[in-house]
């Protein structure tokens, strides 16, 4: 017969969790993973970014899902970011000197004429 101190605290045995079984996430285990707040996770899991089980109350994350989910942000093809911050960049510079020969460049034969003070 088992012992006080092999049983359980109400006289239950305490089992190993069976082999192969995964042990669901809670909030705070996965915000410590992540490196992400509590507050972020619940506001995720409210919007449906995050998968996530409901157990009555209670929000946990099965990791296997949590590590596919991460995976799906990873690109594969594409080019770099920063080609097309490049691109992006010559865009907008293109951009800004339309806009300076618009603003700066007399119009229907209008002059620009100094100001009567001289100081320009």
Known sequence: MPTRAQKGGR??????PAKGSQMLLT?????????IKPSTLYLWAAQGKIPYQRIHSLIRFEKHM???????????SGPPLRMRRLAA????DALIEAAKREA?????????????????
């Open 66 to 76: 949590i590590e596919q989910w991460l995976a799906s942000f990873y690109r594969s």
């Open 89 to 92: 960049d010559a865009d907008l």
């Open 104 to 120: 700066y460049t007399s119009r229907h034969g209008e002059t620009i004429t100094p100001s009567p003070t001289g100081k320009e």
């Open 27 to 35: 909030i705070k285990d996965l915000s410590t993973w992540l490196n």
């Open 11 to 16: 006289g239950c045995r305490k089992t190993p």
